[in-house]
Nanobody
Framework: QVQLVESGGGLVQPGGSLRLSCAAS????????MKWYRQVPGKERELVAS????????SYADSVKGRFTISRDNSKKMLYLQMYSLKPNDTAVYYC????????WGQGTQVTVSS
């Protein structure tokens, strides 16, 4: 059974930090490029960051560049998103995504940035 389970979301003040995690199981995680997306109600899902299969290539949306870092640990089948200097407009549900031959999504984790 394929699963992507996000965790680490929560309420944080502007300027704060959070680390999101995504635990993968049921598929060949090491063969899948991975992505983090986010979505605000009423808006389209937005690509936040992506990482290659071995982690050597990463890319970021302009809105998070320099503040977020995507990483992965293939031995643990884990994907991470370290978020610094959070802003209110980073508030969203964050999803991890795996796409290769097949595409898989997690259920999402809520991040709320508010004072």
């Amino acid at each position: 059974q394929v699963q992507l389970v996000e965790s680490g979301g929560g309420l944080v003040q502007p300027g704060g930090s959070l680390r999101l995690s995504c635990a993968a199981s049921g598929f060949a995680f090491e063969s899948y490029p991975m992505k983090w997306y986010r979505q605000v109600p009423g808006k389209e899902r937005e690509l936040v960051a992506s990482i290659s299969t071995r982690g050597g290539v990463t890319s970021y949306a302009d809105s998070v560049k320099g503040r977020f870092t995507i990483s992965r640990d293939n031995s643990k089948k884990m994907l991470y998103l370290q978020m610094y200097s959070l802003k209110p407009n980073d508030t969203a549900v964050y999803y991890c995504n795996a796409r290769n031959v097949h595409e898989y999504w997690g259920q999402g984790t809520q991040v709320t940035v508010s004072s």
